[in-house]
């Protein structure tokens, strides 16, 4: 398992590279550059003034080199200076609005599995009756709406309808209920889904049918019997969820005005802040690796069947 | 399974699909009620694998309802000109952000443009981008995946190594990377989905390809003489195209939905153009004035994501019954 776990690590260098060296060249292989005017139809810099900023951005220089450079300076964590917010580093940007996008992500996912977890089990126990159909369709709902869509009827309903939440902002906790439910809705649905089939395939189980027949009650049967054997397969949803959360609050931080990570990064992509963009996008991809480590372990660790 | 009575399944449960490769006596002697199937017909081709998955299709309330909202949006996007009361562009300035009223059924925007009409347009753009994107996707996904699973050896490799890579992008954000990049339009969308959306076809393809090598009738047709080229596209990709259609129609919703998406944050579809994302987008900032502007469009998204996940699941439980 040790093994295992260095050898996926290891792995994660070339992963992380290769992702670096893509979003490069997709950023310096399309037409545009920093150095256009922010706003639309503005008179462009004059040639020396370009000259000059790009030397002092080091854009002036050969592409594999402004690669090198950036690498060896990523590896120490120093991203550069923001072209977007000029006065600021990446880094600081990234400390002060990735704590906001975790906090917010993980609440999601709380709700996500508690709330899956607790439908998929009630659709299994009450199979082809109205707790299935009701879970069934909150599921369904839940990942094909994409979140924007999902966002704007709660806004509707509970802010607007019924005046419960504020449509925005990030004060108190009243601010945090919207934006956590609609993240959560899409991780939630799947969650449901595959806690239901989970669960359906273990309750016909021999060794459910054991349980029941040396007479234990329905409560036990459910919760000690099946649902713990049950779960196994839902932690490598884990994986594809943090995924999920994670692309979904770009939308959601935005429609909220939540100050985090996501809103940062589609204005530094509309503005071409290249330092801006390849940091958030390995930041995500390493977390994103991190984390599907974490959950493939966890399943080793979890189901003893499986070995590496 | 519940949706599939097992007199009708029979034939496509036993595990493996029929095989296409095998001559034609052997696959109607699997289904002795092919003549009662006329209304398989629509299918592709004739065999009895797609009649019967067809014909559980057409048991199955929730998919045959997802395909008619499907097949009406189609009709919608196609007749556009003729069904919208007004031009997307025509504005009036003497009426902006009104509510729904008789002269503009779902109300105007904040341009004094027509909602219906624009909304009429707006699927236009779903429904070019949901097949479009997937035409794309398939073209490029299906040979790689093909490739890599049956050549194998360091080419297989290498384009896994690949995949992999490709795989481990977030996709939406590489999609919005791509986006902001090349600037908004409906080609750049086209590009921007098909680089990264083959990547979860391919795979599937070469899955199935690498299991399907390895079987028997196509080891029979090898003995016979068939060459890699013929082995491959005779034999091999018409048994692994249930999987790669399943892939297709969960496909759409998504490509429409990355649309929307992109749209709705200014980096999708060139206005004025109207695009439901965008609508939902600009609409955001008027909810508490004029609800009407956000939530049409956004209620169109969910019909049409709704529609295309009821077909999709309808589409995979018919096609391979074991699934559910």
């Known amino acids: 398992m040790v093994q295992y776990a260095v050898s996926r690590l290891v792995w994660l260098i070339p992963t992380l590279l290769a992702m670096a060296l893509v979003t490069f060249l997709v950023m310096h292989a399309t037409p545009g550059s920093p150095l256009d005017p922010v706003a639309e139809g503005a008179n462009p810099l004059s040639p020396e003034a370009q000259r000059n900023l790009a030397a002092a951005y080091g854009l002036d220089k050969p592409l594999w080199e402004q690669f090198a450079i950036f690498v060896g300076r990523a590896v120490r964590g120093d991203f550069g200076n923001s072209f977007v917010y000029k006065t600021r580093t990446v880094r600081e940007i990234l400390v002060e609005t990735f704590p906001v996008s975790l906090f917010l992500g993980s609440m999601a996912l709380a709700l996500a599995v508690a709330g899956g977890v607790s439908l998929g089990v009630l659709a299994a126990t009450y199979q082809n009756r109205m707790w299935d159909y009701a879970s069934v369709t909150l599921a369904t709902f839940g990942v094909a709406v994409p979140n924007f869509v999902l966002a704007v009827f709660l806004i509707v309903l509970f802010s607007l309808v019924l005046p419960l939440f504020p449509t925005g902002g990030w004060d108190s906790w009243r601010n945090w209920v919207l934006p956590t439910v609609t993240l959560a809705l899409a991780p939630m649905g799947i969650i449901a889904r595959f806690t239901r089939a989970s669960m359906l395939e273990v309750i016909r189980a021999d060794f459910t049918l054991t349980a029941r027949a040396k007479g234990l009650s329905e409560v036990p049967v459910i919760l000690k019997h099946a649902f713990k054997n049950a779960l196994i397969p839902i932690v490598t949803l884990l994986g594809p969820m943090f995924a999920a959360v994670g692309t979904g609050s770009f939308f959601v931080e935005s429609i909220f005005r939540v100050p985090g990570m996501g809103r940062f990064f589609v204005l530094s992509m509309t503005g071409r802040d290249y330092p801006m963009i390849m940091a958030v996008v390995l930041c995500y991809g390493a977390f994103l690796a991190a984390m599907n480590l974490l959950v493939d372990l966890a399943y080793g660790a979890l189901d003893p069947r499986i070995r590496y | ?324």
């Open chain 2, 1 to 324: 399974m519940a949706l599939s009575t097992p007199a009708s399944g029979t034939d496509a449960r036993g595990g493996s699909i029929p095989p296409r490769g095998l001559p034609p006596e052997e696959l109607r002697g699997q289904s002795p009620r092919s003549e009662q199937a006329s209304v398989g017909r629509a299918a592709t081709g004739s065999s009895s694998l797609w009649r019967d998955a067809f014909r559980r299709l057409l048991r199955n309330k929730l998919a045959v309802g997802g395909g008619a909202v499907v097949i009406l949006l189609c009709l919608i996007a196609i007749f556009a000109d003729l069904l919208a009361p007004y031009s997307y562009t025509k504005t009036n300035f003497a009426r902006l952000n009104e509510a729904p009223t008789r002269d503009y059924v779902l109300g105007t925007d904040n341009l004094g443009r027509d909602l219906l009409s624009r909304m009429i347009y707006g699927a236009r753009v779903s429904m070019l981008v949901g097949l479009g994107a997937q035409i794309i996707v398939v073209a490029i996904g299906v040979p790689i995946g093909a490739l890599s699973g049956f050549v194998g050896g360091r080419t297989d490799l290498l384009l896994t190594r690949f995949i992999d890579v490709m795989y481990a992008f977030p996709r939406l954000l590489f999609v919005i990377l791509v986006m902001s990049m090349l600037g908004a339009g409906l080609t750049n969308i086209f590009i921007a989905i098909g680089l990264t959306g083959w990547v979860g076809i391919a795979r599937q393809t070469r899955g199935q390809v690498l299991a399907l090598r390895a079987k028997e009738f196509v080891e029979s047709a090898r003995s016979l003489g068939a060459r890699s080229g013929r082995l491959l596209i005779r034999h091999v990709l018409p048994n692994a195209l249930s999987p790669i259609i399943v892939a297709v129609t969960f496909g759409i919703p998504e490509a429409i939905f990355t649309e929307a998406a992109l749209s709705f944050i200014g980096v999708g579809i060139n206005p004025p153009t109207p695009s439901w994302g965008q609508m939902v987008g600009e609409g955001q900032q008027y909810l508490r004035s004029a609800w009407h502007l956000c939530v049409f469009p956004s209620i169109a998204i969910a019909i049409t994501m709704l529609s295309f996940t009821f077909l999709g699941d309808g589409v995979r439980d018919a096609l391979d019954p074991k699934l559910k």
